[in-house]
């Protein structure tokens, strides 16, 4: 199938490369306000550039989907027409810059009949997916408590620098969708505190200590800061999920468990144990990250079926990022999650 990209910034550049790499989609356009650079990739990969996704649009028999990789807050400019133009659409995260504009998105694909889905590439990786077919099998029980653990420091430019609240918007977008996704859990209720340090490369607020309720009764305790000098986390966080017979814990792509019970220790497929602590092989994957997100959304297409990001699902992972922002702009008040019925409203069928 053919794609078409829209934006290439530094994000977008790298998204050239993976679409390269992949066996499942040709890149067969790009589009780019920025003339120079919508020239230069134009002429590297041998295929046409667009002014303006309008200018794309026109052209539309020539490829299958639409991909955004524009800033947030343009969105739904570009997704939108795409699907209302009948055009299949891949989303880069978070699904839009707030909920009115994620609904709007939303109410265009149902409209079109077309896939619209979310880049979670966080869901596409072997540690994940292993953490998920756990706790999808009981192996710790219930679930009761999740900590996550997040501290970087990235040398990033550009529109991040001057985002309000960017650990939480940008960051935590892709651990608050593991947390549904692969955790398996929804939050019900945030609270949330945010602050700065003196030596922060960020505008906003850069650290923050979040709390979650969730529907099964499990309480979830999320610490993380992008301006962070001490030992750094891999881009997914330190995960310690403990559930009624044990605990995973996950962490730089290892996963480990520790059972309540000796006896557990003596067995599990697929894990060996060590000094009382299970050590777990990490499922295979035919493709992980980007290139899997790529491979889920044309497996999307071709069957019919709803990608397990597609929009309809990702507007709770955005309204998780809003209610978390929220509560920390106002030092910590709790604030409480809608579902998609109360979201929108009459349009109940979401």
Same mark, same amino acid.
């Given at each position: 199938? /053919? ?148 501290? /970087? ?36 209720? *945030? ?17 923050? =200590? ?44 290892? *996963? ?9 220790? =003596? ?70 999650? /809608? ?12």
């Amino acid at each position: 199938m /053919k794609i078409i990209q829209v934006g290439l910034g530094a994000w977008g550049a790298s998204w050239l490369n993976v679409i390269h790499q992949s066996k499942t989609w040709e890149l067969a356009g790009v589009v780019d306000v920025n003339p120079d650079a919508a020239r230069a990739a134009g002429e590297q990969y041998g295929i046409p550039a667009y002014p303006t996704i309008q200018e794309a649009l026109n052209h539309k028999e020539t490829f299958d989907a639409v991909l955004v990789i524009v800033p947030p807050e343009y969105h739904a400019a570009v997704a939108i027409p795409a699907l209302e133009a009948g055009v299949h659409t891949l989303i880069e995260k978070p699904l839009a810059h707030n909920l009115e504009d994620g609904i709007r998105i939303i109410e265009a694909a149902e409209k079109s009949g077309k896939q619209a889905m979310v880049s979670q590439n966080y869901r596409f990786k072997r540690a994940a997916r292993t953490v998920q077919r756990l706790i999808r099998e009981g192996v710790i029980g219930d679930l009761e408590h999740v900590f996550i653990d997040y501290k /970087k420091n990235p040398p990033f430019e550009g529109f991040r620098l001057e985002m309000d609240e960017p650990l939480i918007v940008d960051a935590m977008i892709h651990h608050l969708d593991q947390l549904r996704g692969i955790i398996g859990v929804e939050p019900t209720a *945030v609270r949330a505190r945010s602050w700065n340090t003196g030596t922060s490369r960020f505008k906003g607020n850069a650290s923050a =200590v979040v709390q979650f309720d969730c529907d099964n009764g499990a309480r979830v305790v999320y610490t993380g800061s992008w301006s962070s000098y001490g030992p750094q986390t891999s881009w997914d966080g330190d995960w310690e999920i403990q559930g009624s017979r044990g605990a995973i814990t996950w962490k730089n792509n290892e *996963v480990t468990i520790n059972f309540a019970s000796l006896f557990d220790t =003596v067995f599990l497929a697929g894990a060996v144990e060590r000094s009382g602590v299970m050590h777990v092989d990490l499922d295979p994957l035919p493709v992980e990250e980007r290139l899997g997100t790529l491979a889920a959304f044309r497996d999307a297409i071709e069957t019919g079926q709803k990608a397990e990001t597609d929009v309809t699902d990702n507007i709770q992972s955005l309204q998780l990022v809003m209610a978390t922002a929220d509560s920390a702009r106002q030092d910590g008040a709790p604030i409480p999650l /809608k579902t998609n019925a109360e979201l929108f409203g009459s349009h109940s069928h979401f």
